[in-house]
């Protein structure tokens, strides 16, 4: 899949933007718009097909609506392009009811004769669960972040009932289907395109030069140099205020953040921690701190001989100081993980007995499971960083040096991107982390250790605990509150016992901004739309 959308990327750039290798007017942008830095490129424009990175964290939501948002404060679902909704009483029907009115983007490879309508839903939701239809295999047809929530078992059907209704049918009742269908995964395309697309055997245009209903387009995209998003004059919520938003995505050896200081760049997403006080001593740039729905871990290759005993696994954990960890890499903005849930979530449960810093336990553990004399591993290490970890390479280290303490070889093995769905068979362990797209315990608990994601290769210590799952199922169907709190709290307890990922630490989303930028709205799970964003002079 990921060799498919590279090249697909790449017939992109040379046939209907331009070349690679320009260098971005950074004087002439700052008049109508602003630049980002921070993250890496795009493995491919539509967020259906990818579960991290730039695509679904930070440009869907510029380029694409979903039905629902998620209220920032609450966590609960709200309106969007469905301006209503209704349920049933067994909870397994959904009748929506859409705005009107609504226009998709126009770009030099299409222009929409009609408003969004019932039909562009259903086409949007049917690829991924429908394995005839017509775009369900293109791209590679793989849906990691939903195939990891179970998505494609519980959806049954999706029906247009009329021009501005649409109903889904659920297979079973689940709490957090609202909330899924809110994230900036669950985006609408346009079925007017796809059927024109499919007549021209283009049908790969689709994710290589979207067309959504979202307050940008996308104008031009130069591999490893930059992605430029323009305005969508006909945005259904009023038309945003800067005419344009570029993307550096490139690495030609200047840090972003001395771009950023050069004024080459307007944002720096995700600055690094030890940044942070060349930053804050800017009179002329503005750092924003805010809590985020997140979780920096280890997973354990739990096929491994060693790593499937239990008391291996938890050698591991308490062999590790996290707090150490806190205090190197995020100099004051993060916080210890006493679970994979973070303090935000509703359902977590601090747990200081399992998850500390015990270095004797660690060796006791070791000599009782047979590996006294030590134990050598392999960690993969990603070097991007993260809102959940600010510098992979460093908390690597730390932990290799806390292994060493207790008689384990670490060998670190770089990667600069981390696929889920390419997991290597020869890596005993994965720095790795989560940022999660609703505010349900589920979008935690279910893709990264339920059986279902080991099943599609998502699940990374390919771990599988039927009671785990069980405990989660159940807690999608009951109906009170309290009785779901009750649950998740026995899965966190089965966690901290079978350790199949160690909880490092949570992160806080991080952003630097230029001084004369204002009206970004503020999200604990992903960037939000930037129609909003101005410049004051």
């Not at 060799?3 to 690679?20: H, K, N, R, W």
């Not at 245009?205 to 940008?216: Q, V």
């Not at 930028?517 to 002079?537: H, I």
Request: charged share 20%.
């Amino acid at each position: 899949m990921k060799a498919f959308l590279q090249l697909t990327l790449g017939i992109f750039s040379f046939s209907l933007l331009s070349g690679c290798g320009e260098a971005i007017d950074h004087n002439k942008i700052r008049q109508q718009g602003f630049v980002y830095c921070g993250q890496g490129g795009p493995e491919t424009f539509n967020p259906q097909l990818i579960d991290s990175g730039i695509t679904p964290e930070t440009l869907s939501p510029q380029l694409f609506d979903t039905l629902l948002t998620l209220d920032p404060e609450t966590f609960e679902p709200v309106p969007n392009i469905a301006k209503s909704w209704t349920v049933n009483k067994s909870g397994t029907e959904y009748t929506f009811t859409l705005q009107d009115n609504i226009a998709f983007q126009s770009a030099a490879w299409f222009t929409p004769s009609r408003p969004l309508t019932a039909d562009d839903v259903v086409f949007s939701f049917r690829r991924i669960i429908d394995s005839s239809h017509p775009f369900h295999y293109v791209g590679g047809g793989l849906y990691p972040w939903f195939n990891g929530i179970d998505f494609q078992n519980l959806l049954v059907d999706v029906v247009a009932l009329s021009r501005n209704q649409v109903r889904f049918t659920l297979s079973r009742p689940d709490n957090s289907f609202l909330s899924n269908i809110a994230t900036s995964h669950a985006v609408i395309h346009s079925k007017e395109y796809g059927s024109q697309l499919e007549l021209r055997d283009e049908k790969g245009m689709m994710d290589s030069h979207p067309i959504g209903t979202g307050p940008f387009y996308l104008s031009e995209y130069q591999i490893n140099d930059l992605i430029r998003l323009k305005r969508h004059n006909d945005y259904w919520q009023g038309k945003a205020k800067m005419k344009q938003v570029v993307f550096d995505i490139s690495n030609r050896g200047t840090g972003t953040l001395a771009k950023m200081l050069r004024e080459e760049c307007d944002i720096l997403n995700a600055p690094l921690s030890s940044q942070l006080p060349v930053i804050e001593q800017r009179d002329d740039i503005k750092l924003t701190a805010k809590p985020a729905m997140n979780i920096s871990f280890v997973a354990i290759n739990t096929l491994h001989p060693a790593l499937n005993d239990s008391r291996v696994r938890k050698a591991l954990s308490y062999a590790i100081n996290r707090q150490n960890i806190l205090d190197s890499v995020y100099y004051g903005t993060g916080s210890q993980a006493y679970s994979v849930l973070p303090p935000s979530s509703w359902a977590y449960q601090k747990d200081t007995t399992q998850l500390r810093y015990d270095r004797n336990y660690a060796i006791a553990l070791l000599r009782e499971a047979g590996y006294s004399k030590g134990l050598e591993l392999t960690m993969s290490v990603p070097l991007e960083p993260r809102a959940y970890n600010p510098s992979p390479r460093k908390t690597a280290e730390l932990i290799q040096a806390n292994l060493a303490d207790v008689g384990i070889k670490l060998n670190l093995m770089t990667d600069d991107r981390f696929n889920r769905t390419e997991l290597d068979a020869s890596v005993d362990l994965y720095l790795t982390g989560w940022i999660a797209n609703t505010g349900d315990p589920d979008s935690f608990f279910r893709p990264l250790l339920s059986c279902d994601s080991k099943r599609v290769g998502l699940n990374v210590s390919s771990w599988c605990n039927p009671d785990f799952d069980f405990l989660l199922d159940l807690a999608l169907e009951v109906d009170k509150k309290r009785y779901r709190l009750n649950l998740y709290k026995q899965a966190q307890n089965i966690l901290n016992e079978e350790v199949p990922v160690i909880p490092l630490n949570h992160g806080m989303q991080l952003q630097a901004q230029h001084h004369s930028l204002q009206g970004f709205k503020v999200s604990p799970f992903n960037a939000q739309p930037f129609d909003n964003v101005e410049r004051v002079r």
